[in-house]
């Protein structure tokens, strides 16, 4: 196929979630509701971990770096998907849906090993209370909150770099709401066999790692928590970690599925539903699950506001 005949595709359609205008109000008022109650829940958790000086220790310099990727995570797409949703033009330039896939990677990598060092944390915390201090310093969290940006700019270099060699001439129209590399590999009218296998070994090795990495120091946590007599003991312990568990398994089922599932059982439904779960829901619910089922930090925001309405 001969490239000097063919029209270069310098921007992309997304088609969205909806062509119906009442529906694509009702989008725009549910997504701007969930990306404030993202951008409010994360904003106070950082600042209550700040300010609090009881707060200062190995799990919550973790939620601290959850909260401020979790913020930048959803701003990837959800004001750019709020934007479209008010305009008939919903174009994004070629250079702009592959920022856009770049930044998607580096994030949710990177939100993927910091929720691994967390589980570590927990482990270290429930597992070998007398060394938690010892095996969680502020030194080794500093190292597993930079190896998790480190491998999630890896990974994003590599997805990305590749995609700057394809060529796109035909269609132009993206089934999404947003800039996911699987469709857009879809678009290429040049081969994408390297693409793909970047994508999938990448999804394989760095999702498995980041989950196995989990799923290790859980087993240890719930061998303890099992040899635990009392059974307020095993209540309060199971309370700590159900919470990161509730965020692994919704991170990981929608977005490994997503990113690893043959392009055979392709579904626009299925992927617009799964990639609003990892993509908007998470960093929304990361918050509201930390805040309600940890008591120290509900204790935090409560004298928080108590100095607020004193100070008023």
């Known amino acids: 196929m001969k490239m000097k005949n063919q029209t ?26 969930i990306y404030l109650i993202t951008l409010g ?35 990837v797409t ?16 070629v250079n702009g849906c592959i920022t856009q896939i770049f930044f998607f990677f580096l994030l949710v990598v990177t939100e993927a090993f910091i929720l691994s060092a967390m589980a570590y944390d927990r482990y270290a915390a ?49 089934s999404h ?20 296998v970047v994508l999938l070994t990448s999804a394989v090795i760095v999702g498995s790692s980041s989950f196995l990495f ?22 309060k312990a199971f309370s700590t970690c159900s919470s990161h568990l509730i965020v692994v398994g919704l991170l990981y089922l929608t977005a490994f599925f997503q990113y690893t599932k043959p392009s055979s059982v392709s579904s626009v439904v299925l992927d617009e539903m799964f990639s609003i779960q990892y993509s908007i829901l998470t960093p929304m619910l990361n918050p509201i699950i930390y805040s309600l089922k940890n008591k120290e930090v509900k204790t935090a925001i409560g004298k928080m506001l108590g100095k607020f309405k004193f100070l008023r």
């Open 78 to 93: 959800v004001p750019n998907t709020l934007m479209n949703l008010l305009t008939d033009h919903k174009t994004i330039s």
């Open 126 to 174: 429930i597992c070998d209370p007398l060394r938690y201090m010892d095996t969680t310093s502020t030194r080794i969290c500093v190292q597993l909150v930079s190896g998790a940006w480190a491998i999630g700019f890896i990974d994003a270099l590599l997805n990305t770099v590749f995609t700057f060699k394809l060529h796109f001439c035909g269609p132009n129209q993206i």
């Open 8 to 33: 270069t595709v310098t921007k992309f359609i997304l088609l969205g979630l909806s062509s119906d205008p009442q529906m694509q109000i009702f989008l725009f008022l549910v997504f701007l509701v």
């Open 41 to 75: 829940g994360n904003i106070v958790i950082m600042v209550v971990i700040r300010a609090d000086s009881h707060l200062h220790i190995p799990m919550y310099f973790l939620l601290f770096h959850l909260s401020f990727v979790d913020i930048c995570y959803s701003s």
């Open 177 to 196: 709401f947003s800039c996911e590399l699987p469709p857009l590999l879809q678009l290429s009218c040049t081969e994408t066999l390297t693409n793909q």
């Open 214 to 235: 989990s799923l290790i120091s859980y087993i240890l946590i719930i061998s303890t928590i099992l040899r635990i007599c009392s059974a307020a003991g095993r209540r």
